[in-house]
């Protein structure tokens, strides 16, 4: 009998290539596989996509063997990659790879489980009381040196490399003391990472009965868990309302059903509270997925969810991949989140929607939950596609934050600073802070509450500017200013990563001053030093936070009241959970308002509203500052009134008469080369292709991007609106692009490597 096999490489081709299976293996070849293959003069390994009795082709290769008898993908995961591919205009094998822990499709699969020694908290406590009582046994200095590190291990479990390099001893030290029962090794294949023992405020947590609000949300949910029956839900409540909660025990039902889940977080980061919150619940049942995990930590929480050990998997948007069967329940918190989003490579997917997906997929229930729902998910609860449950009030009786917004352009301050180089300015003509927020935080000083302040742009100023010629510090490779950053007198691209020192002079005239324009969290810094020197003031952005663990460290000391003042960027104002802050102050609202983005307002009202919403979360009442140029923009109104539906109601009105999504569907193609004209060109030719459509799609451009050069690379962006009333599928968007595609690759243009085209469908930004 003759069998053939189509495979999907894990590669930016979008076909799929036959193969015969040889008689051995067509016992036990099945859809799912991960198998090899020769591929020109290579050796590769693919997935069996499918399998016929036939096959047009004569004289094909043979599979050379199958690397993993079960499936690596079920039928159920293969219809939502299919579904990616198809969507997303992606290659199978490429989306394929990106649902795999990297490494596993290049290389065979070779990582060393883990030998650990493993104290639980309990046992360390013993330890310590044995130290104690029995100092007068003589420990060798070695066996000592193995105690002090093990005691110092803040997880109570120490991988046993690394308590051998800490400790300086060889194993036959550690062999003793074991033969002795003075401590426990384990072989774990897992790689705990830090962790800290939970607060009194985190332990409370862990025995909460839910409110009359949160149980009858549940009470819905539940209905539908036991069903088995897909069936999505927005969970809309207002921060502090207690959603995790909810997820918390929705994820008890799933269990007790022997089934599985996922929630998915914006980021690790941006959530470690709730995060926690999972672990401290569910202990050995989750794995979560961070971005600090090694690639053999990552094959490890993959593989051991595959073979169900796991049943709860915490991750950002690739956890939605996790190879949990029996899937009963799918969270996404923060649905709104464009980190959900895919933008930087293949397949640029969102999450959330791949979530909808793999629920249908399921039979499962997926929880969309948020305090600030986006515009299209909210048209979506509307309609009553997803299902709207509500937390109208705070947990635990807590009452929303009274919110002020300071006008800055009253305070006559203009927004540069003086100085000769390299020193810092000394007299300051402008303060970020005005003297109203100024008076809120002395009153929060004194009286030991917790102040969290908000300055969505890092580094020390937005951009230098030559005073005499009003010359810019421009990156070389990108169309952007540079950005000083003050501690190390560089100036960076925040884009590429570009940096140089601060010149001495302006590079254009010689001038030997220059203007520090536009705030960034250094200066909000240094301000508040100066303002408040006894108080201790903690920046936390993406150059205070790059070392593992740092974020934890910089919230439990502020969660200890060891810091008065939290500064940050977007870290500060989302998730976070402490009942000791009463004061959010916004240094700058207008960074988002004014972007050249249909989704800028969004996102607005979803960022003053996030972190507004850090204040008051219990019986001390909160106040926000919020500082504009802008106070007459609509979306601020909303803020201040905390009224969402009211933003919802004008921001549909301004989406519809623009055509933006939810009333359409958008997709952008961008073309990037190294030579501006040659790329137009290409794009020119395109979007010709895209023309002959019948008025239902529009097309606009070829034109510049908002950010004409990244690294070295020319953009340009053609834009397609799909109106949703004649086109509700996105049937007629994807046939009329694919086509122009299929035209555009027969080209000269289309062939050429030089101009890389990238599709983007429902974009998250339009940068
Ligand atoms: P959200 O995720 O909606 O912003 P959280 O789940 O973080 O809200 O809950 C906000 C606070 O309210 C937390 O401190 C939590 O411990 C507390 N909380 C939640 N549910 C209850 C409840 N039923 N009773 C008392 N406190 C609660
Ligand atoms: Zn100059
Ligand atoms: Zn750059």
Known sequence: MSLFAEI???????????????????????????????????????????????????????????????????????????????????????????????????????????????????????????????????????????????????????????????????????????????????????????????????????????????????????????????????????????????????????????????????????????????????????????????????????????????????????????????????????????????????????????????????????????????????????????????????????????????????????????????????????????PFLVEHIEERLKKKEGVILLQNRRGFSAFVECPSCGFVEMCSNCSLSLTYHKTKYLLRCHYCGFSKRLPLVCEKCGSPSSLYKGVGTQRVEEELQTLFPAAKTVRMDFDTTTKKGAHEKILSSFGNKEIDILLGTQMVAKGLDFPHVTLVGVINADLQMLLPDFRAAERTFQLLTQVAGRAGRSALAGEVVIQTYQPEHYCLNFVTQHDSVGFFNVELFHRKQLLYPPFSRIAVVEFKGHDENETLLTAQVFTRFLKHLNGTVSVLGPSPAAIEKIQNFFRFHILLKSDKEKDKSGNYLHTVLRNAIEEFKQTPYGKSKKVVMLIDIDPSGMM
């Open 8 to 434: 999907a490489i894990p590669a930016a081709v979008d076909m799929l290539f036959t193969y015969s299976v040889p008689l051995d293996l067509q016992e036990r070849i099945q859809c799912g596989q991960h198998v090899r293959i020769s591929f020109g003069t290579r050796t590769m390994t693919g997935f069996v996509i499918r399998l016929s009795k036939t096959s047009p082709q004569k004289k094909l290769k043979p599979i050379s063997t199958i690397i993993d008898e079960e499936p690596i993908f079920t039928t159920e995961m293969m219809n939502v990659l299919q579904w990616i591919a198809d969507y997303y205009i992606a290659p199978l094998g490429e989306v394929m790879k990106s649902a795999l822990p990297q490494g596993l499709t290049t290389k065979e699969p070779n990582i060393k489980t883990e030998r650990g020694i493993v104290i639980s908290y309990e046992k360390k406590r013993e330890w310590e009381q044995w130290k104690n009582g029995f100092a007068n046994i003589k420990l060798t200095a070695k066996q000592q040196q193995v105690f002090d590190v093990l005691l110092q291990s803040e997880s109570g479990f120490i991988s046993l490399d690394v308590l051998k390099t800490h400790a300086y001893v060889t194993d036959a030290v550690i062999k003793t003391l074991h033969g002795h029962g003075f401590l426990t090794i384990s072989f774990r294949e897992v790689i705990r990472a830090e962790q800290y023992p939970p607060s009194e405020h985190e332990k409370q947590i862990l025995n909460i009965t839910l409110n009359a609000h949160q149980q009858k949300a549940y009470d819905t949910i539940e209905k539908e868990i036991v069903e088995n029956v897909f069936h999505p839900f927005l969970l809309f409540g207002i921060t502090g309302s207690g959603k995790t909660q909810v997820y918390i025990e929705a994820i008890r039902e799933v269990l007790r059903k022997g089934k599985t889940a996922i929630v998915l977080v914006p980021e690790i980061s941006l959530t470690p509270q709730a995060v926690r919150r999972f672990q401290l619940c569910f202990g050995e049942m989750v794995t979560v997925i961070h971005s600090q995990m090694s690639q053999g930590e990552r094959y490890d929480s993959w593989r051991l969810t595959k073979s169900g050990v796991y049943k709860i998997v915490v991750g950002p948007r690739s956890a939605i991949f996790a190879p949990l069967k029996n899937l009963g329940l799918i969270v996404v918190d923060e649905e709104q989140e464009s980190s959900y989003k895919q933008y930087d490579m293949m397949p640029r997917y969102n999450a959330r929607d791949v979530a909808i997906m793999r629920g249908k997929e399921n039979n499962a229930v997926v929880i969309l939950g948020s305090a600030t729902p986006s515009v299209e998910t909210y048209a979506n609860a509307k309609s009553g596609k997803y299902s709207l449950l509500e937390l109208p009030e705070r947990a635990d009786n807590a009452q929303l934050p009274k919110i002020f917004i300071v006008d800055m352009r009253l305070g006559k301050a203009t927004d540069a600073t003086i100085a000769s180089q390299p020193e810092p300015p000394k007299k300051k003509k402008f303060s970020s802070l005005t």
